[in-house]
Nanobody
Framework: QVQLVESGGGLVQAGGSLRLSCAAS????????MGWFRQAPGKEREFVAA????????NYADSVKGRFTISRDNAKNTVYLQMNSLKPEDTAVYSC????????????????WGQGTQVTVSS
């Protein structure tokens, strides 16, 4: 089992930045691909970004490429999402997720999920 706890959400003006964190506990963090997802009110959950166990491979949704950066610190069992140039359409609950490294960063077989943190971008 892996437990995931997100933090860092909040209210920010359009054009601003936020950094989300996701702390993991349980099984060895370094054996998992980590991903970020988001869900806006009335919409389905959508993929945002993923990172391999080593950090050498990353995958981003087209909507966030060039603005968001995913990273991880295996020594701290934490994955981050740096969000720059935020737009009102980025408003959502952001959740992190963990997937076995047997899959790749382009897979979506996530097994473990956090509760999420709210990000609100005002215009």
């Amino acid at each position: 089992q892996v437990q995931l706890v997100e933090s860092g959400g909040g209210l920010v003006q359009a054009g601003g930045s936020l950094r989300l964190s996701c702390a993991a506990s349980g099984r060895p963090f370094s054996s998992y691909i980590m991903g970020w997802f988001r869900q806006a009110p009335g919409k389905e959950r959508e993929f945002v970004a993923a990172i391999s166990w080593s950090g050498g491979s990353r995958n981003y949704a087209d909507s966030v490429k060039g603005r968001f950066t995913i990273s991880r610190d295996n020594a701290k069992n934490t994955v981050y999402l740096q969000m720059n140039s935020l737009k009102p359409e980025d408003t959502a609950v952001y959740s992190c997720a963990a997937m076995s490294s047997l899959y790749g960063v382009f897979s979506f077989n996530y097994q473990y999920w956090g509760q999420g943190t709210q990000v609100t971008v005002s215009s």
